[in-house]
């Protein structure tokens, strides 16, 4: 009966510098999928072209017998159901998730997780109840530091079974907009995006915007769980305690122009004057500037940059580009009011988080 | 400004025996996603959940300008935009659309392409016009032999530039069961399902399926275009000529049981009575029996086999599996009316298409 003596949940590994996809991670790459990068023409992203990051498995949540417990370090504990959550104010808010995985493919070596390229992102137009609502119906105690979010989510990771959870510290779980979300786009949440109620919180990156919510805890001391406190962070190396990942760093993509190859996604365009476009974002602050480099990142022209959807989702920017014939290596890179901007080599980590450098594409002027 | 001497479009090729999946591979990975397996749950695919394949980009279309011309060896050239479209009488039916190349990762050595493992599959109800109607109205000439549907997805594969295009022998396209489909489960089309208007084919294969419809041509001699002479064929080799793909040959999946492991995938379950269920169907007839095997395919029980959702879509299956503590590897295989089964080991041709072998699920209860 025993078919293998494999480990049932193996550590975190860095990948050889030579080596290719493997079948895990093709494995999640076929489940996990990114934006379309030509979806970036959409303002709003229909549901099925956003990204989708699933830890474990899609649970199966019936909608009519959901509850959420609020309980741990509150003066009252709560059990709310839907028609509960909809009694709060609602809010409706265009917000663009991205994945801390996103880029993580392109390091070398590379952390050997899901092996996003660059899609991982999406904005859709998010309605719900304020997490702050709801916590003040709560009523934190002097103690409370922290706000557990858990979701329905079950598996094993590096070892450590779990439902999926992550914790906000409790003065960003009281910002008014932290969302308890049950409508994407005006409909209820799909089943991959956390039917019937996840978590949105703006700015940050997407592992604490909790899917298919279950229990939001408010502890006294500072969550030690694993997605907080062994996941999602920055580390030198995969023995490092590393630094908590929390709000997005800037990235500019653009809609990928002309038509590609089938077998190698690259692109043809006409000579000529080709209109390029796509969106900008970052969690720290409004997107300033977005250049453009169409050789390869030696040099960089500005682009017209729109305003933003909302103070959390993405901006378009566009320009038109003189292609002479020949091949080249498009580039975009955004900057946000902080000063930040996008690194043109990636910035590597032990376990591909935040990896923002810049895009680029290679496209054949004919 | 040359940055490469590679052709912008290269031929199809065979992976290396110890190749690993390459940069390419998982840019189509990450762009076209399979059914989530947990997804097998639902009798109807939500769309988000369903697979996609776009061969090229999703095009930019708008519903409120397209047309559709019909014409070729016909009596009467037509031009149906939306509204006249929808003036035919509308029929619904829930299809199980499968991607030809599904499976096509398992095999050794590996095709390079689309790189799916096995959930490359879905079942929507769509709604539309019968072709046979629209042809009807044009009417076909004496001479007519296939029918070409041409979408607006352009791009360049092995070479060959084009408007993405498969056509259907005539006999076939006037079946009654064909249809130009504009709603997807009661909503107009998603943008990656074919917008405005895409064709269901039940029973084959989905190349047939034309996403962004543009035209119907009728012609007098069999179509000689890329998908139909070159790209959806069984070959022995890539120089082969080969025969054509059409229906879809039979398959069971299950719902992975237990929870996984993130890295792995591999699942846990608790050991004693395990509920397993997934799904069955073939293009060629109804299932008739859905066996499992609880050991890599030595013996095998039968299951309970549920009556299917319509002629062309599949049909649930359940049973309960007495887990001893221990790894085992659960596989699942179909039969239909036509006796026609699955094979244990992976029938290889060298575009990787209709790998139907019985999906092996490593699961390990405790």
Same mark, same amino acid.
């Given at each position: 009966?025993?078919?293998?003596?494999?480990?049932?949940?193996?550590?975190?590994?860095?990948?050889?510098?030579?080596?290719?996809?493997?079948?895990?991670? /093709? @494995?999640? $790459?076929? +489940?996990?999928?990114? %934006? !379309?990068?030509?979806?970036?023409?959409?303002?709003?992203? #229909?549901?099925?072209?956003?990204?989708?990051?699933?830890?474990?498995?899609?649970?199966?949540?019936?909608?009519?017998?959901?509850?959420?417990?609020?309980?741990?370090?509150?003066?009252?504990?709560?059990?709310?159901?839907?028609?509960?959550?909809?009694?709060?104010?609602?809010?409706?808010?265009?917000?663009?998730?991205?994945?801390?995985?996103?880029?993580?493919?392109?390091?070398?070596?590379?952390?050997?997780?899901?092996?996003?390229?660059?899609?991982?992102?999406?904005?859709?137009?998010?309605?719900?109840?304020?997490?702050?609502?709801?916590?003040?119906?709560?009523?934190?105690?002097?103690?409370?530091?922290?706000?557990?979010?858990?979701?329905?989510?079950?598996?094993?990771?590096?070892?450590?079974?779990?439902?999926?959870?992550?914790?906000?510290? /409790? @003065?960003? $779980?009281? +910002?008014?907009?932290? %969302? !308890?979300?049950?409508?994407?786009?005006?409909?209820?949440? #799909?089943?991959?995006?956390?039917?019937?109620?996840?978590?949105?919180?703006?700015?940050?990156?997407?592992?604490?915007?909790?899917?298919?919510?279950?229990?939001?805890?408010?502890?006294?001391?500072?969550?030690?769980?694993?997605?907080?406190?062994?996941?999602?962070?920055?580390?030198?190396?995969?023995?490092?305690?590393?630094?908590?990942?929390?709000?997005?760093?800037?990235?500019?993509?653009?809609?990928?122009?002309?038509?590609?190859?089938?077998?190698?996604?690259?692109?043809?365009?006409?000579?000529?004057?080709?209109?390029?476009?796509?969106?900008?974002?970052?969690?720290?602050?409004?997107?300033?500037?977005?250049?453009?480099?169409?050789?390869?990142?030696?040099?960089?022209?500005?682009?017209?940059?729109?305003?933003?959807?909302?103070?959390?989702?993405? @901006?378009?920017?566009?320009?038109?580009?003189?292609?002479?014939?020949?091949?080249?290596?498009?580039?975009?890179?955004?900057?946000?009011?902080?000063?930040?901007?996008?690194?043109?080599?990636?910035?590597?980590?032990?376990?591909?988080?935040?990896?923002?450098?810049?895009?680029?594409?290679?496209?054949?002027?004919?």
């Amino acid at each position: 009966m025993t078919t293998t003596a494999r480990p049932l949940s193996e550590p975190g590994r860095i990948a050889d510098p030579d080596e290719g996809i493997s079948p895990a991670e /093709l @494995a999640m $790459a076929g +489940r996990n999928h990114s %934006l !379309l990068l030509e979806a970036l023409r959409y303002d709003v992203t #229909p549901a099925g072209l956003h990204y989708v990051l699933v830890h474990y498995d899609v649970p199966d949540v019936d909608g009519s017998g959901w509850t959420l417990a609020v309980g741990g370090q509150v003066t009252n504990d709560l059990v709310l159901d839907l028609e509960r959550l909809r009694s709060y104010p609602a809010v409706s808010a265009p917000v663009t998730l991205e994945c801390a995985g996103n880029g993580r493919a392109h390091l070398r070596p590379r952390p050997v997780s899901q092996p996003w390229l660059e899609g991982a992102v999406g904005t859709a137009v998010w309605t719900g109840a304020r997490l702050s609502d709801v916590l003040a119906d709560a009523g934190p105690t002097d103690k409370a530091v922290d706000v557990v979010l858990t979701g329905a989510d079950h598996g094993i990771e590096r070892g450590v079974e779990q439902d999926y959870a992550r914790a906000l510290p /409790l @003065a960003q $779980a009281r +910002r008014s907009d932290v %969302l !308890l979300a049950y409508e994407m786009n005006g409909a209820p949440l #799909p089943p991959q995006h956390g039917f019937p109620v996840r978590v949105i919180v703006p700015g940050w990156y997407g592992m604490t915007s909790v899917k298919w919510l279950t229990s939001i805890t408010v502890t006294d001391k500072p969550d030690e769980g694993f997605q907080n406190a062994v996941a999602y962070r920055f580390k030198a190396d995969l023995d490092d305690v590393g630094e908590p990942v929390t709000s997005i760093a800037p990235r500019a993509l653009m809609v990928p122009p002309g038509f590609p190859d089938f077998g190698s996604r690259r692109r043809i365009v006409e000579a000529g004057p080709v209109a390029l476009s796509g969106r900008a974002w970052s969690g720290n602050g409004p997107i300033t500037s977005v250049d453009i480099s169409t050789n390869g990142g030696r040099t960089w022209q500005d682009t017209v940059l729109e305003p933003s959807l909302g103070t959390h989702a993405w @901006a378009r920017w566009s320009t038109t580009w003189q292609a002479a014939p020949g091949n080249h290596e498009l580039c975009v890179r955004a900057t946000d009011a902080t000063g930040a901007s996008q690194p043109l080599e990636p910035p590597w980590n032990a376990q591909g988080m935040a990896n923002n450098a810049v895009q680029r594409v290679p496209v054949h002027a004919r």
